[in-house]
């Protein structure tokens, strides 16, 4: 049985940061990050609202958390068939993307799939898979250095495509460490690095990537 959300309401850290534990906790035992937020009172969701706002690794921390793969999701590739699920590398409004194993093509692939929650409503689903194809079918056509190539579609039983696993950060990455190491300096232009990356970063850096991400938007 999923645990239900709560306010933190009743315990001793009522600081922003104890809030903010209090829902990363939440989070981990397997609740959407929706219902954490809604739980909670509205001075505690503005306090957290605050931190996030004013800490940006306490950002991090929450996105982290609610995008970590649950291990009882019902949408996950199936154990045994072609797939192998590895781990969730995000989720959007509608789907959900997985790092998997494909054993037909013994490699690597990122895999694209409806969000569990849209499975049981048979009128909805139909429109996410129509989605779903129009999208692979237009992404497939395109061929652009930011824009990830797609490797294959298919059901089991639901619509999902695959496309090439790129490994790395997230613009949010580079973009909440320059601003994390602008807060600790403000009175010079930063050089800052990216988590585990030991490459230092400059202001030009982050616009030259800026720069790339807009050619693929502008060619897509």
Excluded: C
Excluded at 113 to 129: H, T
Excluded at 185 to 196: D, E, G, I, L, T
Aim: charged share 30%; net charge negative; aromatic share 8%.
């Amino acid at each position: 049985m999923q645990p239900s959300a709560h306010d933190p309401s009743d315990a001793a850290d009522h600081s922003p940061e104890g809030i903010l534990r209090s829902a990363l906790e939440q989070i981990r035992l397997g609740l959407d990050l929706e219902r954490v937020l809604d739980a909670l009172s509205p001075e505690n969701r503005r306090k957290l609202s605050e931190l996030v706002r004013e800490d940006h690794e306490a950002l991090e921390l929450l996105e982290e958390s609610a995008n970590r793969p649950q291990a009882s999701s019902s949408s996950g590739p199936a154990a045994g068939g072609r797939f192998e699920m590895r781990e969730m590398l995000g989720r959007g409004g509608w789907a959900e993307v997985f790092r998997v194993y494909d054993h037909e093509l013994q490699r690597e692939v990122a895999r694209k799939q409806p969000k569990p929650e849209f499975l049981g409503d048979p009128v909805y689903l139909q429109e996410v898979e129509q989605r779903f194809r129009r999208e692979a079918s237009i992404t497939s056509q395109l061929a652009h250095p930011a824009i990830v190539p797609i490797h294959d579609i298919g059901r089991d039983p639901h619509f999902y495509y695959t496309m090439q696993l790129i490994d790395g950060y997230t613009l949010r990455d580079y973009i909440t460490a320059f601003h994390r190491a602008r807060a600790q300096n403000p009175r010079r232009a930063p050089r800052f690095s990216v988590k585990q990356d030991r490459r230092s970063w400059t202001i030009g850096d982050l616009l030259d990537l800026l720069i790339r991400v807009g050619e693929g938007v502008a060619y897509a």
